[in-house]
């Protein structure tokens, strides 16, 4: 089933309904088991700090974020982009931290957010796109269907809450 949802580009993190509801996502996404950086329970100090990062980047002007939002406005999801600024990569990006919540999973809002994030980078001038997921997560065989190419793996690239390293899967996609 896919549901009714709107994309906006969001360039700055002043509003604070929306920051409560990317902190919110954020703490969904880890308590969830995704591998975005932090481990399960999410202490709020990180939430913070990870979506004052975002922020920062944001006023620089190399980075953008996507929020997927329902049709009663209410946060789904969203996805990020860094902009390589070095003059032999203004060709490319990574797409970084696919988030959706967990009650909005299935729903098609990912596959919605990483078409967005295609078409903006298009918009940009960008023609390849990078991303790493964790080996064996849902975002593996999610990526490969959507169009995304395997690049290779890193091993032990990452310490999960488990306290094992794990590897991580590189993907491309050429726009």
Request: glycine letters at 12%.
């Amino acid at each position: 089933m896919t549901m009714t949802l709107s994309i906006a580009d969001i360039s700055t993190l002043d509003d604070g309904r929306l920051r409560a509801d990317l902190e919110a996502l954020l703490e969904d996404a880890v308590n969830s088991g995704a591998s975005v950086g932090y481990h399960a329970p999410l202490a709020p100090h990180w939430k913070r700090a990870f979506w004052d990062g975002v922020a920062g980047l944001l006023s620089g002007g190399a980075h953008r974020l996507l929020i997927a939002c329902g049709p009663d406005g209410d946060l789904l999801g969203s996805v990020q982009l860094a902009l390589c600024t070095k003059p032999n990569g203004a060709h490319r990006a990574e797409v970084q931290k696919l988030l959706v919540f967990t009650r909005h999973r299935r729903n098609g809002v990912a596959r919605r957010l990483m078409a967005a994030v295609e078409d903006t980078a298009r918009g940009l001038g960008r023609s390849l796109l990078v991303l790493d997921t964790l080996k064996g997560d849902s975002g593996e065989p999610f990526y490969e269907a959507t169009g995304w190419r395997r690049a290779g793996l890193i091993p032990g690239y990452t310490v999960e809450a488990d306290g094992a390293f794990h590897d991580t899967v590189l993907f491309y996609k050429t726009l």
